[in-house]
């Protein structure tokens, strides 16, 4: 709905233009309700689990473990970098599990709290905000306990790692990309949530998770492999991490360039949607 | 300087219906996708179907459940939206609260707003009461801080403080519901947009809420109120619009909304005749009828003026001593009185005859409260105790009060208390 706060203090609602830019001010006015919602699922998440919070760390570690098995019996080499295995996959996963996290709880998102979009207002944009919270949560217990693994395995700390949160901001910018769109999305065609677990299980392997790119694919291929916004963001937390050598300047562009891209689109999809979401919901 | 607070202009609402909601499918969009692919080959990320130029199709099913409204609402009114279900209540509220968008037109708001649609909007079952209220109170857009500092007075007032860091799954739906409550009675807003909350919740929590909402009319702020309560609207709002088929059909005051509403709605029945007549064969009830003074045929009764009800009935057993009978129920269900036509004694005694019988109550003026009442008409015999007749529903009236200075009332305007409004003799003396 177009707001124009105007004339004699009235602010006036009335059919919005199809495409329309993200509306910053309001979001900041609501930001309280981000955190909000972020509380309620982390609150009811672990609720009535044994470990609790534990689940953030044993979710990486035993997912890893799995790799190192099938790894170790195919015999295959996944890195090429030296490190031992469980750190470089660990460097992979943690990223990736904050990706699949935030993707699998925002594509439903729009559809579990319909109750609440039919009932009252805010901007639609809170709940796949808020969606990135929790898993962002769990990525810190991770990632804690990677920094506590590495001296174990005899990995020092990279300098580079000053460059984390630069990183981190563009792998949340790559997960709030796709959000956008697959909650928008689902909020229309229930059937993409049936399809994200495949989508996710697809990109686990066609992102360098459990291996790193360069031991993998071979040089003519990484343009079109840099094409997937999460193989430019998962070298450069290994590269951070790890100090492994950076990507490629052409295929980080490419990377940088396709989530821009995403995140743009994304956001306009998502307010052109948003007007039908509570009568379509 | 203007003091309206809600400007409505030209507001509608399309919906489209029935077969061609084709959007919720990916299969079928994609079908209709690959059909369509050279017309429209991005369709499908807007969810517009390719086929929707299919004109006489789109106009049939499309339906307005709104058009032309136009209204303002002035600060500190409490404003009712009447009408059937499906007269487009709900969607104006729902509009109104920019929950969806209108089709065309606008609507201004002057200052914040909260929109109260159910009772405890957002409340998740497995958190505790405390983080529900914080839930739900960011929810309706309070800030953290302002929900902390009145903590203490929403938790008394819903009557729950023992309970409040247990799980809401294990309230009772009543805790629920008046926790849900307290926090909207809280919310700090200029404008409020209530729906059916009445409708939820005991009696007596109903009165609590009723007379909460009054309050909140007469601090100066503004109340969007929409209720199936007839009374409630009554006693709680002064103007309204009526709505019927999505549009306007009368903006004013409240009674004049309900009137126009009861009596279009076949509500109001002043006269009810039964053909063939009701009944077995000891008595045959045929019609009943409200008069006013003059015998005129009146479903609106002036309280300052005596109104009678009449009841013809066939006896057709003359050994025994029929009575036909009354009972006069308000809206709230409550039974005002009831009474039988052997308050006359001579005809208590008197043998029937074969034939039609005419018994006719005269109702005094200045005894029954306004508002709307039903009236069940029976024809009974004592000793044994037999109905021979009986409608539960042959009459509704409502008693207005068109005084304005004389009567109960004198000058007071304001709402009046009791079942009954009888109007006694004072003596006064002045020392």
């Known amino acids: 709905m177009s707001s124009n706060t105007a004339e004699d203090g009235f602010r006036y609602y009335g059919p919005r233009p199809n495409w329309q830019w993200v509306d910053v001010a309001e979001l900041w006015r609501f930001r309280e309700l981000i955190w909000t919602f972020a509380q309620r699922d982390l609150k009811i998440r672990y609720r009535q689990t044994a470990v609790g919070a534990v689940w953030a760390i044993l979710q990486p570690l035993l997912t890893m473990a799995i790799f190192a098995v099938l790894f170790g019996l195919l015999t295959a080499k996944p890195t090429s970098s030296g490190i031992p295995y469980a750190i470089t996959c660990l460097c992979g996963l943690i990223p990736w599990k904050l990706f699949e996290g935030t993707i699998t709880a925002s594509t439903t998102s729009l559809v579990q709290n319909q109750n609440i979009l039919q009932k009252v207002y805010f901007p639609k944009m809170i709940l796949p905000l808020a969606s990135l919270i929790p898993p962002l949560v769990d990525f810190a217990i991770a990632f804690c306990l990677l920094l506590v693994l590495m001296p174990f395995f005899g990995v020092a700390y990279s300098i580079k790692m000053l460059a984390l949160p630069l990183v981190l901001i563009g792998l949340l910018a790559v997960s709030l990309a796709v959000s956008l769109w697959l909650s928008a999305l689902n909020a229309i065609y229930r059937d993409v949530q049936f399809i994200v677990p495949f989508m996710l299980q697809i990109g686990m392997f066609i992102s360098p998770v459990v291996y790193e790119m360069n031991a993998i694919i071979p040089e003519k291929w990484r343009w079109l492999y840099s094409l997937n916004p999460m193989a430019g963001v998962l070298e450069l937390f290994r590269w951070s991490i790890l100090g492994l050598p950076a990507p490629s300047f052409s295929s980080l562009a490419i990377s940088l360039s396709g989530t821009l891209l995403l995140l743009l689109g994304g956001m306009f999809y998502f307010r052109r949607m948003e007007r039908f979401f509570s009568d379509r919901i | ?292 003074a003059n015998d005129q045929l009146e479903p609106s009764v002036n309280i300052a003026q005596p109104f009678k009800i009449e009841i013809d009935y066939e006896s057709l057993s003359p050994d025994l001593r029929t009575t036909a009978a009354f009972h006069i129920t308000n809206e709230q269900g409550l039974l005002v009185f009831s009474s039988h036509d052997f308050n006359n004694q001579q005809w208590w005694s008197t043998p029937r005859k074969r034939g039609h019988i005419t018994s006719t109550c005269t109702i005094p003026a200045h005894f029954m409260n306004e508002g709307f009442y039903n009236v069940l008409i029976a024809v009974t015999t004592y000793n044994p105790d037999t109905v021979h007749a009986i409608d539960l529903n042959a009459l509704t009236f409502e008693i207005v009060d068109q005084s304005r200075g004389q009567g109960v009332r004198g000058p007071y305007e304001g709402p009046w208390p009791g079942v009954i409004r009888p109007m006694f003799d004072w003596s006064i003396k002045q020392h």
């Open chain 2, 1 to 292: 300087m203007s003091d309206v607070v809600i400007r409505v202009e030209e507001l509608g609402k399309k919906f489209k219906l029935g077969s061609h909601m084709p959007y919720h499918r990916l299969s079928e969009t994609l079908q209709n996708w690959a059909f369509g692919a050279l017309r429209a080959p991005a369709s499908w990320l807007t969810g517009k179907n390719a086929n929707e130029s299919k004109e006489n199709a789109a106009a049939l099913s499309e339906f307005w459940a709104l058009k032309e409204i136009n209204f303002e609402v002035k600060q500190g009114e409490v404003f009712a939206l009447i009408g059937r279900n499906g007269a487009g209540k709900s969607t104006l509220l729902k509009i109104l609260s920019r929950i969806t968008e209108p089709t065309t037109g606008r609507f201004g708001i002057k200052g914040k707003v909260a929109s109260l649609l159910e009772v405890g909007t957002g409340f998740h079952s497995e958190l505790t009461g405390r983080e529900n209220v914080f839930l739900s109170g960011s929810l309706l857009g309070m800030k953290r801080s302002q929900i902390r500092k009145r903590f203490d007075e929403i938790v008394d007032f819903a009557g729950v403080s023992q309970f409040i860091d247990l799980p809401v799954k294990r309230y009772s739906s009543g805790m629920q519901v008046r926790l849900g409550f307290a926090l909207a009675a809280n919310l700090e807003a200029d404008v409020l947009i209530v729906d059916e909350i009445l409708a939820v919740g005991d009696a007596d929590f109903q009165t609590k809420s009723v007379q909460k909402m009054s309050e909140m009319g007469q601090s100066g702020r503004t109340v969007l109120f929409v209720s199936h309560n007839m009374s409630a609207v009554q006693r709680l709002c002064h103007s309204g619009i009526l709505l019927e088929q999505g549009k306007i059909i009368q903006i004013g005051k409240v009674e004049d909304l309900l009137y126009q509403y009861l009596s279009k709605g076949g509500r109001l029945v002043a006269e009810k005749t039964w053909d063939p007549p009701i009944g077995n064969d000891v008595a045959r009830l045929s019609r009943a009828r409200i008069l006013n």
